[in-house]
């Protein structure tokens, strides 16, 4: 039976917010924000000038246009002359940058002459078409899944729980058996729950996973057999090695882009200041749509309105066209210091 492909789309202001269903399931969750409109995303095509080369890294430096510079392995360019500092070309960009981390990419061909800049590359849905299919029907509606994705704790049908923590080197994941008395039937109920989260996450790179331990070479044998089922479906490169004596299962999964928890949290797991002020403009515009003709107030943290005070996307601009100005911000600080005089 072949899958019916979904994706909803909402144009909130600051942020486009994507869910791909298959049949009815929701499998991926996407937010590309305004502030990073001059991202080099993955599968985008730039003109570069290479800036710097790094032999002992077997690399070179490419400069986009825009900061950071897209980072090129040698390995990635098999069919490419002997590269130089000035030299034209272009390139594809295959993994986003990270913090810290320019873009890397892969060498298309060289070229003769052209600014440092992006030729190609589209919007959120020409994104999707090409991870997924051109027959996936899209349509518009809100995407109101987003909030509750990145949640750090999640419970195992079953009995028991995960916890998925961001460490600068790895993801770990670390199964709580809990009340449940199989160790074995926790760690097959588990594994379904691990891979969706990854996939709707987009969560990638080294990823270790902490199960309850198993002493019978069978049980070892048949969670491995189990874990490569749960991602056979994954459309992104997954390798899984058999359980360590010690109880944990490594694996790697191929990461082309940030994961929502990047995109949305700081380090800590935390919203950030950007997150917290894109969610209080959403329920305006909500409010603005269910109190037709309405003087709204927008209550939100200091920091959230600091941010938007700061920041240059024309957020204010875009709410006015869509509601009109008949809303203003405040704070619970600025209620206090009205109260007070």
């Known amino acids: 039976m072949s899958l019916k492909l979904r994706c909803v789309i909402e144009e909130a202001v600051g942020e486009t917010r994507a869910a791909v269903y298959e049949n009815k399931t929701l499998v991926e969750l996407y937010v590309r924000r305004w502030s990073d409109k001059n991202k080099a995303r993955a599968g985008d095509v730039f003109h570069g000038i290479v800036r710097r080369l790094d032999n002992g890294m077997g690399a070179a430096f490419i400069d986009l246009g825009a900061e950071p510079m897209g980072f090129l392995k040698f390995t990635m360019a098999p069919n490419a002359p002997r590269f130089r500092e000035g030299q034209r070309l272009e390139v594809e960009v295959t993994r986003e940058s990270e913090i810290g981390k320019g873009p890397v990419l892969r060498f298309t061909k060289l070229v003769d002459e052209g600014k440092p800049g992006k030729i190609s590359g589209g919007d959120i849905r020409d994104h999707i078409r090409g991870r997924f299919s051109k027959n996936i029907k899209f349509e518009t509606a809100r995407v109101n899944s987003i909030e509750e994705a ?192």
């Open 150 to 341: 990145c949640d750090r704790e999640i419970s195992i049908q079953g009995g028991g729980d995960i916890a998925i923590d961001f460490t600068r080197a790895l993801v770990a994941i670390d199964v709580d058996k809990g009340p449940a008395q199989s160790g074995f039937t926790v760690c097959q109920n588990v594994l379904p729950l691990i891979a969706s989260q990854m996939r709707l996450r987009g969560i990638g790179g080294l990823i270790v996973i902490d199960l309850p331990n198993l002493r019978q070479p069978k049980q070892r044998e048949k969670l491995y057999e189990l874990a490569q089922l749960a991602f056979e479906n994954d459309p992104n490169i997954v390798k899984i090695a058999p359980m360590s004596r010690f109880g944990t299962v490594e694996m790697t999964r191929s990461k082309p882009q940030a994961s929502l928890d990047e995109i949305l949290n700081d380090q800590y797991g935390r919203p950030t200041d950007e997150t917290l002020a894109l969610r209080a403009l959403r329920r305006l515009e909500l409010e603005a749509k269910t109190h037709a003709g309405a003087q709204l107030t927008l209550l939100l943290p200091e920091r959230a309105k600091l941010w938007l005070e700061g920041t240059d996307i024309k957020w204010h601009a875009e709410m006015t066209n869509r509601i009109g100005g008949r809303f203003t911000l405040q704070t619970h600080h600025d209620i206090d210091v009205k109260s007070d005089r």
